[in-house]
């Protein structure tokens, strides 16, 4: 049974960085692709990063670009992403989500999800 738990969000001030971290279990096939999501209020959920199941491919939104990161330890079963140079806009549930079915950067193309975890960045 694939599980997902993320970790690591908080409250930090404009220009500060947060490490979120994604917990997976379940996940025994090279196909699966793991991404990170958010949605802020009143928005739809927006795609941010995603890598491969090996952690050899990444794929990061032009939105954050340079400012996130998102890498794996297969030895503690995380995907990470590395939030830095954090705006007040960047608010919102961060998620973790994961399918089998290929690349994708809409929400519906993901089998299971994490249950989010909040991140705020004050001005």
């Known amino acids: 049974q694939v599980q997902l738990v993320e970790s690591g969000g908080g409250s930090v001030q404009a220009g500060g960085s947060l490490r979120l971290g994604c917990a997976t279990s379940?996940?025994?096939?090279?196909?699966?692709?793991i991404s990170w999501f958010r949605q802020a209020p009143g928005k739809e959920r927006e795609f941010l990063a995603s890598i491969t199941y090996s952690g050899g491919s990444t794929y990061h939104a032009d939105s954050v670009k340079g400012r996130f990161s998102i890498s794996r330890d297969n030895a503690k079963n995380t995907v990470d992403l590395q939030m830095n140079s954090l705006k007040p806009e960047d608010t919102g549930v961060y998620y973790c989500?994961?399918?089998?079915?290929?690349?994708?950067?809409?929400?519906?193309?993901?089998?299971?999800w994490g249950q989010g975890t909040q991140v705020t960045v004050s001005s």
């Open positions: 989500a994961t399918t089998r079915n290929g690349w994708s950067t809409r929400a519906d193309g993901y089998d299971y």
């Open positions: 379940g996940l025994y096939f090279s196909s699966y692709i």
